[in-house]
T-cell receptor, first 117, second 115 residues
Framework: AQKITQTQPGMFVQEKEAVTLDCTYDTSDPSYGLFWYKQPSSGEMIFLIYQGSYDQQNATEGRYSLNFQKARKSANLVISASQLGDSAMYFC??????????????FGTGTRLQVTL | GAVVSQHPSRVICKSGTSVKIECRSL??????MFWYRQFPKKSLMLMAT?????????EQGVEKDKFLINHASLTLSTLTVTSAHPEDSSFYICSGWRVSYNEQFFGPGTRLTVL
């Protein structure tokens, strides 16, 4: 069984600062994918970044980067230069196995990020 | 990317009635769609996997007779909450799996309130 753990229910960060949201995972599958989604108060799930278990480099997408430490089974999201619009709920999710067929996503409990002036 | 729509975005109904929620993939064909449920300030919980032309696969603890899923075409899956009760009030989100991206694309969600 797969499990995603997000230990930070809430985080505060000052505008323009960087923030790290923690995510650890557990799976017995050697092939898996890790995702981060942003959910603003409107409810839509916005895809941010993806990391495959066999990817050699950490994923980056604009201000988002994923600090992937495979041995520690962690996939922390780093948001640089925080903006007020980054205030939202953030979910880490895992897809295992990471094959070409549709696989379920397992979500963590989420971290609510608040960006302050 | 890809676009998935849900209709309605918000619905209020009386206890005992049935409610149908539609999930459409607008610019791709989705042989597989997923239905999630999210309680306030909680995570998304997978309810079922919907496959075009076949029966849905429900997660443990989800009543298939209560939450009817139909995936009649490659672009449409429907979730019907039968004989809804206040405890069924929740945010329901669907996603469509796009083969070429090997990724799920989420709809905007439907907020169901049962009075």
């Amino acid at each position: 069984a797969q499990k995603i753990t997000q230990t930070q229910p809430g985080m505060f960060v000052q505008e323009k600062e960087a923030v790290t949201l923690d995510c650890t995972y557990d799976t017995s599958d050697p092939s898996y994918g890790l995702f981060w989604y942003k959910q603003p108060s409107s409810g839509e799930m916005i895809f941010l970044i993806y990391q495959g278990s066999y990817d050699q480099q950490n994923a980056t997408e604009g201000r988002y980067s994923l600090n992937f430490q495979k041995a520690r089974k962690s996939a922390n999201l780093v948001i640089s230069a925080s903006q007020l619009g980054d205030s939202a709920m953030y979910f880490c999710a895992m897809r295992a196995p990471n094959t070409g067929t549709a696989s379920k996503l397992t979500f963590g409990t989420g971290t609510r990020l608040q960006v302050t002036l | 990317g890809a676009v998935v729509s849900q209709h309605p975005s918000r619905v209020i109904c009386k206890s005992g009635t049935s409610v149908k929620i539609e999930c459409r993939s607008l610019d791709f064909q989705a042989t597989t769609m997923f239905w999630y449920r999210q309680f306030p300030k909680k995570s998304l919980m997978l309810m079922a996997t919907s496959n075009e032309g076949s029966k849905a696969t429900y997660e443990q603890g989800v009543e298939k007779d209560k939450f009817l899923i139909n995936h009649a075409s490659l672009t449409l899956s429907t979730l019907t909450v039968t004989s809804a009760h206040p405890e069924d009030s929740s945010f329901y989100i669907c996603s469509g799996w796009r083969v070429s991206y090997n990724e799920q694309f989420f709809g905007p969600g439907t907020r169901l309130t049962v009075l």
